[in-house]
Every structure is written in structure tokens, then in C-alpha cells.
């Protein structure tokens, strides 16, 4: 699911007409402090990231002044919330809460439901899921008839909403509805959905995911990659997704582990694991003997030999990586006669130009013995540093390690790094 910032979830609220204060993004200390003295009030600076929590763990912090708001953003800045580091702060009108309100559309896949099912609970602010069940009203929203306003007036009567709150709340679930809807969302969520004390209802979160399989109909939205992708992709990791963007035969996924200056450094090889076991037992088998992966890339679920050559040629193209390990370390149950015509292709066209670079080459599965065929015969006459291994070396990760680990130091010496 393609995962968004509470700052561009709310940009759509906006645009779907759910109040939001205003606020600014800001990416430095300074920056926080111009956003504080454009929004000339006391401020809340809130952690960008992909996770929830923040308010419990320090990551929303009051400002009464420019000066405050940079130093809040200065102790929430660089820091890691839940294994994700804050890159940007979100700095906004702080709000004078009276009451916390959630509002929440998830896609419910469950049986007897599959559709989107619509929450209103009068108890926000905490999880969701700490809520008792008789404080959600739920409403599983039938597509083909659609949602009414009245809908929602009912959901937010049932909880005991009246008076001026009632209308303007109502009216926020039934937008969000809307734009749960319009933007294809897998969940969209406000907690807090805020009363203040002046009377203005207002979202003050948002959390939004959108369905990766729509993505293709909302260019709008500007995913680079469609699928979980905790960071900001690099260029890498923006042709490894097109190879998979434009042939949905097999699978192929493609990350940049280190950035090029650090592969540079040396002591890295090209990572091509075949399936999620296999390719974590090659990781380990590298990092055992002291070598460290450029990339993680992992062709499976037999992928056409054009997929697994683009591949093989994207790992090959990363700079100072000293070493090339297929770790086919599984009796794969795919044809792997593609993964060798692909492999051959690609190394036949790479090795030549990097004269002892090592290659070592384990598969075994389905068609092994004509796939070893196509390998051997394939990349024999190149006089290249080729090892190719067979299903007699399954799981043997130590085995694989050290060859890897001794072709890399021989190439090293030859080039003569220490
Ligand atoms: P989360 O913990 O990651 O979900 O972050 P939230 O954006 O939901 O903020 C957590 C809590 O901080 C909210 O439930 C509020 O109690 C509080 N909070 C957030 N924004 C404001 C604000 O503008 N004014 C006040 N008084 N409290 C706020
Ligand atoms: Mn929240």
C-alpha cells in the first residue's frame, strides 16, 4: 500500500473540503520558525513519518513562539520515530481542543463484507482498536446505492452527537467517504477529528493508504513505486520498478542497500537472490564472510529471461561493487532455464569489460541440468572469474560464502587494493 505523509494527506483533505489548520512544512529549524511567525500563534510541530504514536513518543511539540518552534523541530528533526527517520516536520496552528472525535474507511476483505466499511467513534485521540465496540458506529457503505449525507448525520447521532458539532461532523465523515472513494484508498483515517474550544471542527491527523493495484488510475497522486517502499527511491531503485512496471510476468524486486559512495569504499558485491528464503540465506552468506550487499534484488516466480537480464544488467551497473552472486540457494520450483538464458545474456555483455571481476553463480530447481547447460556453455568461452554451482550446494551457505569471499580478494589483489 502506497503510504502518505499526514502533510499531503491533508493537501487532499483540502481539496475534498475537510477543515484543516493551516500549517507549513518545514525541513530545518529555520525553516520551522518562519512557519511559526507566518502562522503568528502558538504552534504545534509534528514528525513526518510513515508511523503512528508520535504524540506518545514525543513527536508532536507545542510552541508558544518562532524561537520555541525551532527548537522543537531541532529535537524532532534527524531523529528515528519507529525505525524511520524524520526528514520533515509539519508546523501548525495549535489547536484549542475541547473534544477528540475519530473518523476512519477501511476496505474490510472479510467474507461476507468485502466493501468499504465507514467508522465514527466519539472516543479519538487513542488507537482505534483500544475503543470499545460500542463506542464505533460502523457502517458498511453499499457501492452500488452510494452514501447519503443522512448516513453519517445517523452514525454521528448514534454516538450521541447533537447540537452545533453535529452537522460540521457529519459533514467531515461523509468527505472523507468521498475522498476515500475518489482516491481508490485502502484506509484513510482522522484521529483526532477535533472540537475547539471556539467552536471549529477540524481534522488534525490523517492517515492515508492508497490501493497499490489502483495506482495506475491516479497519476495525480505522484507514486513513484507501487508497491511498500519505506524510502525516498533512488534512481536504482526507480529502473529496478519499471522492469517490474511494464511485465507482470514473474516478480522482480530491486533496492539499493548502500548509496554508491559508500560501494565505492569496497568490500561490496551485486546481491541477486531467487525468492525471499534463498535470497536472505545469500545476504547472510555474504555478510558472514565480511562482504556487504550494493543491492537487494530478488527474481522469482518464474519472470521471463528479458526481467531477469534487465536485472542482472541494473545489479552490474553499480559502481565499485566487486563481485556478482546469484543465490539461488533453493530447489526453486520455476523454470530456471530463464534466469540462465537471462543471466548469460547479461554477464556475457558485462564481464568482458571488467577484465577478473568475480561471478559466482548458484542455481538448481526445475530444468537444472539444461539450465547448468545453458551457463556453462554459455559463459565458458569468455575467460572470465565464473564459478557455477548446482543443486549439490543447496543451503550451503558457507560453502558459497567462502568462494565468493576468496574471488573477491584474489580480484582485489589483482587491482592491487589492500
Ligand atoms: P499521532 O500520535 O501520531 O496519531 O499524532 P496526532 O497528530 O494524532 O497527535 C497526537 C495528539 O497530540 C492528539 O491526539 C492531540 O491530543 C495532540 N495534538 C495534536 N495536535 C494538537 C493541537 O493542535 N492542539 C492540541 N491541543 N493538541 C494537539
Ligand atoms: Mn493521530
Known amino acids: 500500500m502506497a503510504k502518505f505523509y499526514e502533510y499531503q494527506g491533508k493537501e487532499w483533505f483540502k481539496k475534498y473540503g475537510i477543515p484543516i489548520p493551516e500549517g507549513f512544512v518545514a525541513k530545518s529549524p529555520e525553516e520551522a520558525k518562519d512557519a511559526a511567525s507566518k502562522i503568528g500563534k502558538p ?34 528533526i534527524g531523529k528515528e520515530h519507529r525505525g524511520l527517520e524524520v526528514k520533515t516536520v509539519l508546523v501548525e496552528e495549535k489547536l484549542p481542543i475541547k473534544q477528540e472525535f475519530y473518523a ?77 472513494q475518489g482516491l481508490d484508498c485502502r484506509s484513510l483515517e482522522i484521529n483526532p477529528l477535533v472540537v475547539c474550544e471556539d467552536g471549529r471542527v477540524l481534522a488534525a491527523d490523517c492517515r492515508m493508504a492508497i490501493d497499490d493495484q489502483a ?69 547472510d552468506a555474504m555478510n558472514r564472510v565480511g562482504l556487504k550487499v550494493s543491492d537487494f534484488a530478488d527474481t522469482s516466480g518464474n519472470p521471463t529471461a528479458s526481467k531477469v537480464y534487465r536485472v542482472v544488467k541494473l545489479i552490474m551497473s553499480q559502481p565499485g561493487i566487486e563481485g556478482y552472486i546469484l543465490a539461488g540457494f533453493m530447489m526453486a520450483n520455476q523454470e530456471q532455464w530463464h534466469h540462465a ?10 564481464l568482458p569489460k571488467k577484465p577478473g571481476f568475480p561471478a559466482v553463480i548458484l542455481l538448481c530447481g526445475n530444468k537444472e541440468k539444461e539450465s547448468q ?18 543443486r549439490e550446494y543447496v543451503y550451503d551457505a558457507s560453502f558459497i560464502g567462502s568462494r565468493m569471499r576468496a574471488l573477491v580478494d584474489e580480484y582485489r589483489k589483482e587491482r592491487g587494493v589492500a
Not at 343 to 348: F, G, S
Not at 373 to 390: C, H, M, S, T
Request: aromatic content about 8%; proline content about 5%.
Open 341 to 350: 538464458h537471462g543471466i548469460v545474456k547479461a554477464l556475457r555483455e558485462e
Open 373 to 390: 547447460e545453458i551457463l556453462k556453455e554459455g559463459l565458458g568461452d569468455l575467460n572470465a572469474r565464473v564459478e557455477i554451482y548446482d
Open 215 to 283: 495506482l495506475f488510475r491516479h497519476p495525480e497522486l505522484g507514486i513513484k513505486i507501487g508497491r511498500e517502499f519505506l524510502k525516498e527511491p533512488s534512481e536504482f531503485d526507480l529502473i529496478g520498478w519499471s522492469f517490474e512496471e511494464s511485465d507482470f510476468r514473474g516478480t522482480s524486486y530491486v533496492a539499493e542497500m548502500a548509496p554508491p559512495e559508500e560501494v565505492k569504499k569496497g568490500g561490496y558485491v551485486g546481491f541477486h537472490g531467487i525468492g525471499g528464503g534463498a535470497a536472505m540465506l545469500g545476504m
Open 104 to 180: 476512519g474507511a477501511i476496505i474490510n476483505s472479510a467474507q461476507d463484507v468485502r466493501g468499504p466499511v465507514l467508522m465514527f467513534s466519539p472516543d479519538g485521540g487513542v488507537d482505534i482498536e483500544s475503543v470499545p465496540k460500542d463506542r464505533i458506529a460502523l457502517l458498511n457503505v453499499d457501492v452500488i446505492k452510494g452514501l447519503m449525507p443522512y448516513d453519517t448525520i445517523d452514525m454521528c447521532v448514534s454516538m450521541g452527537i447533537k447540537g452545533k458539532v453535529l452537522r460540521p461532523a457529519a459533514d467531515i465523515v461523509f468527505k472523507l467517504f468521498k475522498m476515500f
Open 43 to 76: 504552534v504545534v510541530v509534528k514528525a513526518q513519518v510513515w508511523a503512528g504514536g508520535r504524540g506518545k513518543g514525543g513527536f508532536v511539540k507545542f510552541a508558544d513562539t518562532p524561537e520555541e518552534a525551532s527548537e522543537a523541530a531541532r529535537s524532532i
